[in-house]
């Protein structure tokens, strides 16, 4: 899916289908009263009526989620610091990691299984002290 032209681009490749041998500053001259042309935009009118050889240009939300990298590798770049945050967190709670990140049902049935641990936990602590006072209790009830 590509944007629409901005009006700087419009007219660049009309100046350039007009006179493909014009240089830049020629073409940045014809199309000052639409704006400042910059190298890229005359490269890539050049290259949108093949008056040079180009590359293909990728579309990079295709390219994402490369499977080069595999699965549960954290990705290259500027937010690379913050999904090895979440890499790593995962990792330390016990989190599998998937293509797409941690998977929410994974995680939120981790979650309930570690509130049920602590509340087990929790349980067998008053039940050990429960059994501590009935102790004690009998022992003075025995005194008496």
Do not use: C, W
């Not at 199309?31 to 579309?59: E, M, T, W």
């Not at 994974?106 to 429960?130: F, K, M, P, T, Y």
């Amino acid at each position: 899916m590509s944007k629409p032209r901005s009006e700087i681009m419009t007219a660049a490749v009309a100046v350039l289908q007009k006179n493909p041998q014009a240089d830049f500053q020629t073409v940045k001259a014809k199309v000052a009263k639409h704006g400042d042309l910059f190298p890229i935009v005359y490269g890539r009118a050049k290259a949108l009526l093949g008056l040079v050889k180009s590359k293909p240009r990728k579309d990079r939300v295709a390219t994402t989620g490369s499977p080069k990298r595999g699965p549960g590798r954290p990705p290259k770049g500027p937010l690379a610091a913050v999904a090895n945050a979440h890499a790593r967190k995962a990792r330390a709670n016990g989190i599998q990691p998937t293509i797409t990140g941690i998977d929410p049902a994974q995680g939120l049935a981790h979650s309930v299984n570690a509130v049920i641990g602590q509340r087990n936990a929790l349980h067998e602590g008053l039940l050990s002290v429960r059994k501590q006072i009935d102790e004690l209790l009998q022992t003075e009830a025995d005194k008496l």
